[in-house]
């Protein structure tokens, strides 16, 4: 099983941009969702997280205060609302599943069911 993330494109310095992961069967229910970001000669680096349930969501201190995780039971969505977008934010981003229902890693090792990612590009 693959996540498939979309909505990436080109946004102005200080826009903002929301992507979408959709997750197939009853995986929301069961896992966390992690949000990674892959720069050109840089290493993937998880911004965010959402644990399966009520939980609250992580994020890294590079992104914190700007980007937003939401989730749509319904339509077997996760959102990752990117506000204030910064040069720093360019890269391919890829959603994946935690090893359980909480966000306890930041390692992208742990994590599974990545699918293609979705390119952002910031820049004026």
């Known amino acids: 099983v693959q996540l498939q993330a979309s909505g990436g494109g080109l946004v102005q310095p200080g826009g903002s941009l929301r992507l979408s992961c959709t997750a197939p069967g009853s995986i929301l229910d069961e896992y966390g969702i992690g949000w990674f970001r892959e720069a050109p000669g840089k290493e993937r680096e998880e911004v965010a997280c959402l644990g399966a349930g009520d939980a609250d969501a992580w994020y890294s201190d590079s992104v914190k205060s700007r980007f937003t995780m939401s989730r749509d039971d319904f339509k077997k969505t996760v959102y990752l609302r990117m506000n204030d977008v910064e040069p720093d934010d360019t890269a391919v981003y890829y959603c994946?599943?935690?090893?359980?229902?909480?966000?306890?890693?930041?390692?992208?090792?742990?994590?599974?069911?990545w699918g293609q990612g979705t390119l952002v590009t910031v820049s004026s």
């Open positions: 994946a599943t935690s090893p359980g229902r909480p966000c306890v890693s930041t390692s992208p090792t742990d994590f599974a069911s």
